[in-house]
């Protein structure tokens, strides 16, 4: 089946660094994933969506120099949380469209700790 | 806007029981639904999907049920096992919006022995 790899798993950086988080598409083409955030105990909420060659889409008040994406290719795309700061402190999912309709695939998600 | 919302953040089951999950959406012009299951630390998991043009889809020990009118689904667990325990949420695309789906805060389900 579809599968979606995100890496890594879990990061811990220092406040004011900035940290990137890949999501692949292995076993097929995306030309459009989504991020998600997730904080403990509530739901997915969904920051942006990255378009293959052309600029992502962001959610009314997600920053977008804040949360810098980018989508090279059909199976990468890449969330750059920039200088980093103990509220960005989060769970961050990745998910594409397989092509099988419109079913959502998700990636394991990457923990995000910032000290 | 759009929301999607779960009437009961919690559910207690024993294991063996039928367990069900609902949710409540608000925008009628919603027509895709889907149920994942997510485990603690790792991404959500899908379990199944119903259309707006469809008012109940089985799967394997799942069912689905939406009800248009009075924009609510459910989610069904025939003979709840242990390995079902996780947080469910309920997701909705809206017509034309490709693939973007809106989250609802999910329902804890907790399979007791």
């Known amino acids: 089946g579809a599968v979606v790899s995100q890496h890594p798993s879990r990061v811990i950086c220092k406040s004011g660094t900035s940290v990137k988080i890949e999501c692949r598409s292995l076993d097929f083409q995306a030309t459009t994933m989504f991020w998600y955030r997730q904080f403990p105990k509530q739901s997915l909420m969904l920051m942006a969506t990255?378009?293959?060659?052309?600029?992502?889409?962001?959610e009314q008040g997600v920053e977008k120099d804040k949360f810098l994406i980018n989508h090279a290719s059909l199976t990468l795309s890449t969330l750059t949380v920039t200088s980093a700061h103990p509220e960005d402190s989060s769970f961050y999912i990745c998910?594409?469209?397989?092509?099988?309709?419109?079913?959502?695939?998700f990636g394991s998600g990457t923990q995000l700790s910032v000290l | 806007g759009e929301s999607v919302g779960l009437h009961l953040p919690t559910l207690s089951v024993q294991e063996g029981d039928n367990s069900i999950i609902n949710c409540a959406y608000s925008n009628s012009a919603s027509d895709y639904f889907i149920w994942y299951k997510q485990e603690s630390g790792k991404g959500p998991q899908f379990i199944i999907d119903i259309r707006s043009n469809m008012d109940k889809r089985q799967g394997q020990r799942v069912t689905v049920l939406l009800n248009k009118t009075v924009k609510h689904l459910s989610l069904q667990i025939a003979a709840t096992q242990p390995g079902d325990s996780a947080v469910y949420f309920c997701?909705?695309?809206?017509?034309?919006?490709?693939?973007?789906?809106?989250f609802g805060a999910g329902t804890r389900l907790a399979v007791h022995p």
């Open positions: 997701a909705a695309k809206l017509s034309g919006g490709y693939n973007k789906l809106i």
């Open positions: 998910s594409a469209p397989t092509g099988e309709g419109e079913k959502l695939f």
């Open positions: 990255s378009n293959e060659g052309s600029k992502a889409t962001y």
